[in-house]
């Protein structure tokens, strides 16, 4: 699956248990502009370095998979998990970036006429 948001939040890599480490990823989802929504998506084991580069305000595609889990608690309740599980990550803008390309400046001044010009026109 894919989606395609602004990053809201990076966090850092956590260290879950000695062989298990994460690092979760918010982006702002605006399906309806009226209510944006803020989705997780957890980057486990080698998979945390792919949001080494990533930055607050990025738009992002981020690709995943669905997860869930059911879990029964010591009284016997059942309970639901699910985890977005984040695989692939493109960056489509980076934060701050010039909506329009950058380009070198004239290195001549064309606007000033010269007296030695020998261009017949």
Request: proline share 4%; glycine share 4%; aromatic share 10%.
């Amino acid at each position: 699956m894919e989606i395609k948001g602004k990053v809201h939040e990076v966090s850092a890599t956590q260290q879950v248990t000695d062989s298990l480490k994460k690092r979760e990823l918010i982006i702002e989802y605006i399906e309806n502009p009226q209510y944006p929504e803020y989705l997780k998506f957890e980057a486990i084991q080698d998979r945390t370095s792919l949001l080494d580069n990533t930055k607050v305000g990025d738009d992002v595609e981020v690709f995943f998979n669905l997860k869930g889990r059911k879990w029964t608690d010591k009284m016997g309740k059942v309970v639901y998990f699910n985890t977005l599980q984040l695989w692939k990550i493109n960056a489509l803008s980076a934060a701050g970036a010039a909506s329009t390309p950058e380009y070198a400046a004239p290195s001549a001044d064309i606007s000033s006429s010269s007296d030695d010009d020998d261009l017949p026109f």
